[in-house]
């Protein structure tokens, strides 16, 4: 298997602009997660999917903020209008059947800058 | 919710020496502790766990300690090699996961 696969690895963008950034989950996989890491921050939980349903979105920040999985093979997450200060690294991860107590398999990630 | 708090921020050994990181999480319902390394560029990936019904775990050079009651859980790496820089992130979980806050670890040759 290709692991998680993330589109694009690296988007540049000026303030005010959409981003959407991709994922592809490991086939198989019931659960999706998306993740934002920062020096300040760390590692946070933004949203996650089970078998295409979002579960939990409590941690996305602003209604700025949006994901979709319209399938099981394919995640977005999409950011209108973008702002400086979402300049990050965002993570898509997928895990296989159970929710916690399992590992978590992440993608190479996208590094946001917003200009 | 859950508080996880990981140190050092930073950590520096010499080649062969071995490297100590710690955790310490706040909510005693947390019953699955992993770690994951994650190298430059890249996606973390666990390199090692532990549940709570175990005190210790090990897996070739590294290992894992738990103290449910100090609610504290370590991770050991010994016999330190260049490629073993990385940043290593603990993380603990029940219905959430919560991740440390990262120990950036340089293994100098």
């Known amino acids: 298997d290709a692991g998680v696969i993330q589109s694009p690895r690296h988007e540049v963008t000026e303030m005010g602009q959409e981003v959407t950034l991709r994922c592809k989950p490991i086939?198989?996989?019931?659960?999706l997660f998306w993740y934002r890491q920062t020096m300040m921050r760390g590692l946070e939980l933004l949203i996650y999917?089970?078998?295409?349903?979002?579960?939990?979105d409590s941690g996305m920040p602003e209604d700025r903020f949006s994901a979709k999985m319209p399938n099981a093979s394919f995640s977005t997450l999409k950011i209108q209008p973008s702002e400086p200060r979402d300049s990050a690294v965002y993570f898509c991860?997928?895990?296989?059947?159970?929710?916690?107590?399992?590992?978590?398999?992440f993608g190479s990630g996208t590094q946001l800058s917003v200009l | 919710g859950e508080n996880v708090e990981q140190h050092p921020s930073t950590l520096s050994v010499q080649e062969g020496d071995s490297a100590v990181i710690k955790c310490t999480y706040s909510?005693?319902?947390?019953?699955?502790f992993p770690w994951y390394k994650q190298e430059l560029g890249k996606g973390p990936q666990l390199i090692i766990d532990?549940?709570?019904?175990?005190g210790e775990k090990k897996d070739q050079r590294i290992a894992v300690t738990l103290n449910k009651t100090a609610k504290h859980f370590s991770l050991h790496i010994t016999e330190t090699q260049p490629e073993d820089s990385a940043v290593y992130f603990c993380?603990?979980?029940?219905?959430?996961?919560?991740f440390g806050s990262g120990t950036k670890l340089n293994v100098k040759p």
């Open positions: 991860a997928s895990t296989p059947r159970q929710l916690y107590g399992e590992k978590l398999f």
């Open positions: 993380a603990a979980s029940f219905n959430k996961f919560y």
């Open positions: 909510d005693s319902a947390s019953n699955y």
């Open positions: 532990i549940r709570s019904n175990v």
């Open positions: 999917f089970n078998n295409n349903v979002p579960i939990d």
């Open positions: 086939s198989g996989h019931d659960y």
